[in-house]
């Protein structure tokens, strides 16, 4: 009995360690350690599980672009933009403005990260898509463009 104890303890320390070790080291590549579906339409949305070792530079700039959204500011926007769209998004994020979100997709290169929100709006009765997207300029990521489904 005290060899099995001992053999099953190494192994879910082993497996336990092991797990940790990978997602450290997948860390850059792996934002989110997975997602699950929550419905099954024809773009399901999703609840996303993040590596609790990635880093959170694009995200804590995402979220803070998200919280000004909530607040009302949308000028925040405009460096986001393309100029033909600031008249329509503008106008859709003050009519539409964002109560809360969540990470539904997060994919990650060397050079580029996406972030996509499911989030929901005043005004909207579904639940929708915001994505962010990044570039990396050396070692800092920069917020490069924003769009959404209105």
Known sequence: MKRFLLITTLLVTAVSVSSVVALYVAADSQPLIGC??????????????GNPFR??????AA?????????????VLLPLLASTEHERVISSENKYRV??????????SNTESSIMYWTTRENYD?????????????????LRSYSAIY
């Not at 109560?99 to 994919?107: A, I, K, L, P, Q």
């Not at 579904?126 to 920069?142: I, T």
Request: aromatic share 8%; proline share 3%.
């Open 126 to 142: 579904w639940v929708e898509e915001v994505r962010l997207h990044f570039v990396r300029v050396e070692q800092d990521w920069q």
């Open 55 to 60: 880093s959170r530079q694009q995200e804590n």
């Open 99 to 108: 109560t809360s979100w969540r990470v539904g997709e997060w994919s990650q």
């Open 36 to 49: 699950v579906p929550v419905d099954d339409g024809i773009r399901p949305r999703t609840r996303c599980l």
């Open 63 to 75: 979220e803070a672009v998200m919280e000004s959204l909530k607040k009302g500011e949308t000028d």
